[in-house]
């Protein structure tokens, strides 16, 4: 089964190593894992994000690079209608979340897929909205 990569796993693992906790070693470690067993799920407001305020030309185009090894699911009309009936039901609980978060988790219900995430609001996401969220045998993160 496909897994749904976060911007938050990605960018744990574009950091140094030596930066990291030892949970979200373990977290870019089966990010290593997921992506060595073919079953990476990249969107392109992902990819976007991920590719957002690199400084560098040679990094961008050096991370570009790397990232075209995934591709892209395909959008359609109804994730973002989805995406904005989630917003609307999370913001009528009281939870507030960006866009793209809310397209993620509309793709990934869509698509019948969970989602790898390190950021804490998709955790509060996922009490309202019939998401799936991955959790690795290797760690507690935030779940």
């Not at 906790?21 to 373990?26: L, N, P, V």
Request: proline share 4%; with cysteine.
């Amino acid at each position: 089964m496909k897994i749904l990569v976060d911007t938050s796993i990605w960018s744990l693992a574009l950091r140094r190593s030596a930066a990291l906790s030892e949970e979200d070693q373990a977290l870019v470690n089966e990010l290593n894992e997921l992506i060595g067993e073919v079953r990476v799920a990249m969107i392109g407001p992902i990819r976007q994000e991920l590719l957002s305020g690199i400084p560098g030309q040679e990094q961008f185009d050096a991370l570009k690079g790397k990232l075209q090894a995934f591709e892209d699911l395909l959008l359609t009309r109804g994730d973002y209608e989805r995406a904005a009936e989630f917003y609307n039901i999370c913001r009528k609980s009281g939870v507030r979340g960006s866009p793209i978060d809310f397209l993620i988790c509309a793709v990934a219900v869509g698509m019948g897929i969970p989602i790898f995430t390190a950021d804490k609001d998709f955790y509060l996401y996922a009490k309202h909205l019939p998401i799936s969220l991955h959790r690795p045998m290797t760690t507690n993160h935030y779940g």
